[in-house]
């Protein structure tokens, strides 16, 4: 199975920028849909942001919370899935995931992709404190 391997979280103060990077251990994901979700304990995993593989023309989706702070971007020569926050509000804070889509069919909608999930990162934790 494919491994996805978070990075990037940390501590940071409100109004900072953060950029989560999730490295996958092959190329397999290169036309999969890939996206960001996030987590607060007690609470259900919310998709956040997601990008279409090579044959959808990568292109990008948002959940509305996130629009215009959020930007996820990916680079295949990486085997790599990048999510760039700017603006950080202390309801950023949560465990922020990767996932890959389990197929070539899913596509992105709303800033998560719609169709089965082949894998899934550990997770890296952002914290913003105001």
């Known amino acids: 199975q494919v491994q996805l391997v978070e990075s990037g979280g940390g501590s940071v103060q409100a109004g900072g920028s953060l950029r989560l990077s999730c490295v996958a251990s092959?190329?397999?994901?290169?036309?999969?849909?890939m996206g960001w979700f996030r987590q607060v304990p007690g609470k259900e995993r919310e998709g956040v942001a997601a990008?279409?593989?090579?044959?959808?023309?990568?292109?990008?989706t948002y959940a509305e919370s996130v629009k215009g702070r959020f930007t996820v971007s990916r680079d295949n020569a990486k085997n790599t899935l990048y999510l760039e926050i700017r603006d950080l509000k202390p309801e950023d804070t949560a465990m922020y995931y990767c996932?890959?889509?389990?197929?070539?069919?899913?596509?992105?909608?709303?800033?998560?992709?719609?169709?089965?999930?082949?894998?899934w990162g550990q997770g890296t934790q952002v914290t913003v404190s105001s």
């Open positions: 092959d190329s397999t994901y290169s036309t999969h849909c």
């Open positions: 996932a890959a889509a389990g197929d070539i069919f899913s596509f992105s909608r709303a800033g998560k992709c719609h169709g089965p999930v082949g894998s």
């Open positions: 990008i279409d593989g090579d044959n959808g023309d990568n292109d990008t």
